[in-house]
């Protein structure tokens, strides 16, 4: 054994991040004022719903990426999460991570060719990616359990990545190819 152990890191030009962000309205019709994001999505399940303590539509998104991420069994397909399903297995993607920040939720894919790079990106223009999310991410359960009348996800591709991965993708031997560095 190895007295110091080597950290890698990778990088590869063929990832893409989507971000969704949230914008929340209770019974009144106003929107959710931005307060602190707690750390830990797990403690406003137990001490939160139900609660007049939410306080900020991160927490409404924190609490819908902390369900749509949690481990499944693959042979119910009733408990896969439909926005997941539709990345990977419409849009072809291979989702890579998940991370909170504070009120976004950063998905990165990898992508395998151009084809499924535009294929994504005519999506998002469109405005498919946001319908997806929209209609699988926010059910009643989640509305009833903040007492909200209405949530309204915005999903989000930077142009200049998207961009860049393109222009990666199209050198000649370059598609799934992962860069590795020390």
């Known amino acids: ?61 924190k609490f819908i990426a902390f369900m749509s991420f949690q481990p499944v069994d693959p042979s119910k397909p009733k408990e896969l999460n439909g926005y997941l399903q539709y990345l990977t297995e419409v849009r ?27 294929e994504l990106w005519e999506d998002y223009r469109r405005g498919r990616l946001n319908e997806e999310a929209q209609k699988v991410l926010v059910t009643e359960d989640i509305l009833k359990a903040f007492g909200l009348v209405e949530v309204k996800l915005r999903t989000a591709i930077v142009e200049k990545e998207y961009r860049d991965c393109r222009e990666y993708l199209k050198r000649p031997g370059m598609e799934n190819i992962t860069f590795q560095c020390r």
């Open 1 to 61: 054994m190895r007295p110091h152990a080597i950290t890698r890191f990778f990088f590869s030009a063929d990832l893409l991040r989507l971000r969704i962000d949230c914008e929340a309205w209770y019974a009144e019709s106003r929107p959710l004022e931005v307060a602190a994001v707690r750390d830990d999505p797990t403690d406003f399940t137990r001490e939160y719903i139900g609660n007049e303590n939410i306080l900020s539509a991160g927490d409404v998104l």
């Open 92 to 118: 072809k993607v291979l989702i890579v991570d998940a991370q909170w920040q504070p009120r976004s939720l950063i998905i990165t894919v990898k992508i395998s060719s151009l084809q499924i790079l535009d």
